[in-house]
């Protein structure tokens, strides 16, 4: 895998996986518990998560900028890893009011700004030595996977470590318990016959009496639960640290390279602020009048790199600029789709998709049983695979045995119906990302073999065609669903909730159009960004980024105002616009790789 690969991608790699660890727990479990410790609507959750995915991202345009300007992409990348820690530290604080609850997010935000996008650059530099230069695509694809190593276990552990503090005070997890509890306080309910069975169910001390004290405690200790999770995620940075540190002199170092080449750097031009203020500023103004002035105000912010970025170019330097902000564009609709995983689907997880699964489809839903899975797949391989040595199939035969065993044991200690927890879906992205990367990676060589390998923006554009059909899968299953109107903040009735099959199709199909995409996307910022640009470039792709999680906020206020199917169908159409775009722009595109 790592063959002819320079030794700093391994470094990248783990200290990435680390942070990624943090970063997914978070999306697993934000929204959630905000919703479970503060008792928000959708909509105000979904502005929260919305801003705080906006900020992460958006603030890599800052690390960008200070990692050009001073070279010193390591020193700044960490600055973020230790600030990352501080504001998961934070998190792991109960009984935080709301507002310093925002304060951490920031805080993350902040040391992610630091660290994503530079991270990036720094991979990117590896690569620009011509003795590498042709194996950037699959350095990415490598360095992406090892993202989402971390993303696997990190759903997994924020449950587990909520299921344990529940119990550990009497309670079982039940994901519509929270919002009937702040109904029951607010008094809001209007029955509470569902209440009372669903309190009796989650309370191992026996049948509730006083369903005040219950929806106290279970929402006091819920939360908790989800702040110890946050712990977890600090010490997951710790690992990021400790790599990044003892072995960060693997990585380039870019101060030195322009000191000894006297290579151009990142200016600042007084024209080019001043039109991105006003470029900015105009923006805002014009978009005020259709949302408020602070969702203005971060669209007006991406419209100012625009134009800041395209008059700080150089003429020889414009068709490499101007094809990275269009594709820029086409990300915003991409990653809007895309980064619901932590929004509207883990809200369609927990109210539309049944409680609890068979015990054959419960494997997927425990990481024991799963990793049972994987490495019983891992064991077929290597022992079926033609070209390997006869010492490796042997280990591949003991690994599918141990792991055979291993499964068939925990299968048949199940239960006939088992719960599962909405939280556990996002672990299906990661897994599918760290499963398919190499099989896509396979398919590409191959068609390079036949020469008929697509070009970097055709792989974007497919990507997005590929995010539509995931859609669809939604649409399908919803289409029977009652909407939240029609529940008026009942829960959906258990023989109208859905299989959780209908969800993994989607995750699957989702991570192959990310595998086409994103990836892609950030070797053609490396490949096609001017050399004084590339940390400001990587935090422009964050950026546009950024503008597409800000409008994660949109389908977050429909959720609860529309048809369900409806909802899917806004997908569906800006996957198949943002499509179009791209494939119209093609040769220009394609033009500025070469």
Not at 174 to 184: E, K, N
């Amino acid at each position: 895998m790592l063959k002819n690969h320079p030794k700093g991608l391994i470094v990248a790699f783990f200290a990435n996986m680390g942070e990624r660890f943090g970063f997914y727990t978070m999306m697993a479990i934000l929204v959630l518990f905000l919703q479970a410790r503060y008792g928000l609507s959708a909509e105000n959750a979904s502005g929260i998560y919305s801003w705080f995915y906006f900020a992460i991202y958006a603030l890599a345009l800052f690390g960008g900028i200070l990692a050009d300007a001073t070279s010193k992409y390591k020193a700044v990348i960490l600055t973020g890893i230790i600030i990352m820690f501080g504001g998961y530290i934070f998190m792991a604080i109960p009984g935080m009011s709301q507002t310093l609850t925002v304060i951490a997010l920031f805080t993350i935000a902040f040391g992610n700004g630091l660290f994503k996008g530079n991270l990036q650059a720094v991979v990117g530099q590896m690569y620009d030595d011509p003795k590498y230069s042709k194996l950037r695509d699959s350095a990415f694809m490598i360095f992406y996977m090892g993202i989402n190593i971390g993303a696997v276990f990190a759903p997994y552990a924020a449950t587990g470590v909520r299921n344990w503090w529940l119990k550990t005070n009497g309670f079982l997890h039940d994901g519509s318990l929270p919002a009937l509890c702040h109904q029951y306080l607010n008094n809001t309910m209007t029955d509470t016959a569902t209440f009372q069975q669903l309190a009796d169910k989650a309370s191992l001390s026996g049948p509730v009496t006083d369903l005040g004290a219950f929806a106290n405690s279970y929402l006091e200790v819920f939360s908790k639960g989800y702040n110890y999770a946050f712990a977890i995620a600090a010490g997951a940075m710790v690992i990021s640290l400790l790599v990044f540190v003892i072995f960060k002199h693997l990585l380039p170092n870019k101060e030195k390279v322009v000191k000894e080449a006297a290579g151009p750097k990142m200016e600042f031009k007084p024209f080019a602020l001043i039109g991105a203020a006003v470029a900015m500023g105009l923006t805002a103004f014009a978009l005020s009048f259709l949302v408020n002035y602070k969702d203005a105000l971060a669209y007006g912010l991406f419209a100012g790199f625009v134009v800041w970025i395209l008059v700080s170019a150089k003429r020889e330097e414009m068709s490499r600029v101007s094809a990275l902000i269009m594709v820029f564009f086409v990300v915003i609709f991409f990653w809007m789709s895309f980064h619901q995983n932590g929004l509207t689907l883990t809200w369609f997880a927990r109210d539309y998709t049944v409680k609890e699964v068979s015990r054959l489809t419960y494997i997927f839903f425990t990481l024991p049983s799963l990793l049972a899975v994987v490495f019983s797949v891992l064991g077929l391989v290597l022992l079926v695979k033609k070209t390997s040595p006869a010492r490796t199939r042997l280990i591949g035969g003991v690994l599918l045995a141990v792991a055979l065993i291993f499964g068939y044991f925990w299968l048949t200690r199940r239960n006939d119906m088992n719960p599962i927890a909405p939280e556990v879906f996002q672990s299906f992205n990661p897994l599918f990302v760290v499963s398919l990367t190499f099989p896509v990676m396979g398919l590409f060589a191959w068609l390079n073999k036949k020469n008929i390998e697509p070009s970097t923006p055709k792989k974007i554009g497919f990507g997005m065609i590929i995010a539509a059909l995931g859609f669809v899968v939604m649409f399908l299953s919803s289409v029977s669903l009652p909407s939240q109107p029609e529940l008026g903040g009942s829960p959906v009735a258990d023989n109208l909730r859905v299989t959780p099959y209908w969800l993994i199709g989607t995750y699957l199909i989702l991570t192959v159009a990310e595998l086409f995409l994103s990836p892609m996307g950030l070797s053609f910022v490396s490949k096609v960004a001017p050399s004084r640009f590339q940390g400001l470039m990587q935090g422009g792709w964050l950026l546009a980024t950024a503008v597409g999680n800000k409008l994660l906020s949109v389908p977050g206020k429909l959720y609860d105002k529309i048809e369900l199917w409806q909802l899917w169908l806004v997908f569906i159409a800006c996957c198949l616009v943002a499509a179009t775009f791209i494939f119209t722009l093609m040769k220009r595109l394609e033009n500025a790789t070469k």
